[in-house]
């Protein structure tokens, strides 16, 4: 009975498809997130490798890391906030983990990723008509 309720109340709060990126572990992302300064909101972006994607709903989380002077940074953003204005999506990584938490001991060119190669629709072939 509980459950049935938050998931109502969750349902108003979710974020529709067409304001959800479409992302996956390993990608390049720029999150743009709505700072309020005083009176004033700006964008600020913060742009990185997405490492992890955990939670459902409205728990949905995901962290990115990127290298600032030589330091690894790494943010949580709750997908369905509405501080987060859009995340767009930069370029395709192709990995074979769900999280990708060794990128914390890798500096350099060894934190880069291969790119993930999208499937070509195939060509069906069609009998001739005369």
Known sequence: MKNRMI?????GQLKKGTDL????IGDQVDVHQRILEGE???VQVF????????GEGMRAMFSVRRIVQGEGVERTFPL????IAKVE????????RAKLYYLRDRVGKATRLR?????EPTKETTPAQS
């Open 7 to 11: 998931a109502l109340v969750e349902e």
């Open 115 to 119: 790119e993930r190669k999208e499937k």
């Open 40 to 42: 004033k909101e700006r």
């Open 21 to 24: 990126a479409q992302f996956a």
């Open 89 to 96: 999506m930069k370029r395709t990584g192709r990995v074979r």
């Open 47 to 54: 742009s990185g490798t997405v490492i992890s994607i955990r």
């Open 80 to 83: 369905h906030s509405p501080k």
